[in-house]
T-cell receptor, first 116, second 112 residues
Framework: DTAVSQTPKYLVTQMGNDKSIKCEQN?????MYWYKQDSKKFLKIMFS???????INETVPNRFSPKSPDKAHLNLHINSLELGDSAVYFC???????????????FGSGTRLTVV | GENVEQHPSTLSVQEGDSAVIKCTYS??????FPWYKQELGKGPQLIID?????GEKKDQRIAVTLNKTAKHFSLHITETQPEDSAVYFC???????????FGRGTSLIVHP
């Protein structure tokens, strides 16, 4: 059973296109995240949702729009793709940090986005 | 804000040797320190964590130590195996925070 699953695993697209990445978790976690990992492996937070509500929105171009239809799903839509958007995008989920044992993340396997 | 420094950036060892990765943090309010292992083509996986009320934690061949006074924590891997080869990330979180501050990662290479 995949705990955090994201699709697609690979995405190659042309500049200017619009694309979406989907994420689902079956862990019952209340909080979900999108991270961007660059070529140097640095993990940068983009967004976080808690129970479908946006709680973290880092400095990300407004071409990126997250959507959470329910607490088990967090999708990422990207408009007008640019070359600099090429990276690996990770979805993750966690229990609330205030919950005993909470704080640690479960990551998905990543979506490698290549903009040409 | 919190700042996490991780060293070394690359670590090469022979199979069977021990490996140590060190991290320092700046915010004395940080109280949760997870470590993640990222294998090639996969997402980071939580392998061990430690909270500030504990000085050391072990899980088979891996252990983490925490020195709150000096604000540093370390990952120790004993009897390394080729399958330990991966990028390891340390992180620090303050109580109630959803977002950890990650180190920049250590690429561990274990030579057979």
């Amino acid at each position: 059973d995949t705990a955090v699953s994201q699709t697609p695993k690979y995405l190659v697209t042309q500049m200017g296109n619009d694309k979406s990445i989907k994420c689902e978790q079956n862990l019952g976690h209340d909080t979900m995240y999108w991270y961007k990992q660059d070529s140097k492996k640095f993990l940068k937070i983009m967004f976080s949702y808690n129970n479908k509500e946006l709680i973290i929105n880092e400095t990300v171009p407004n071409r990126f729009s997250p959507k959470s239809p329910d607490k088990a799903h967090l999708n990422l839509h990207i408009n007008s793709l640019e070359l600099g958007d090429s990276a690996v995008y990770f979805c993750a989920s966690s229990q609330d940090p205030g919950v005993r044992g909470g704080g640690g993340y479960t990551f998905g396997s990543g979506t490698r986005l290549t903009v040409v | 804000g919190e700042n996490v420094e991780q060293h070394p950036s690359t670590l090469s060892v022979q199979e069977g040797d021990s490996a140590v990765i060190k991290c320092t943090y700046s915010d004395s309010a940080s109280n949760y320190f997870p470590w993640y292992k990222q294998e090639l083509g996969k997402g980071p996986q939580l392998i061990i964590d430690i909270r500030s009320n504990v000085g050391e934690k072990k899980d088979q061949r891996i252990a983490v130590t925490l020195n709150k006074t000096a604000k540093h924590f370390s990952l120790h891997i004993t009897e390394t195996q080729p399958e330990d080869s991966a990028v390891y990330f340390c992180a620090a979180m303050t109580g109630g925070s959803y977002i950890p501050t990650f180190g920049r990662g250590t690429s561990l290479i274990v030579h057979p």
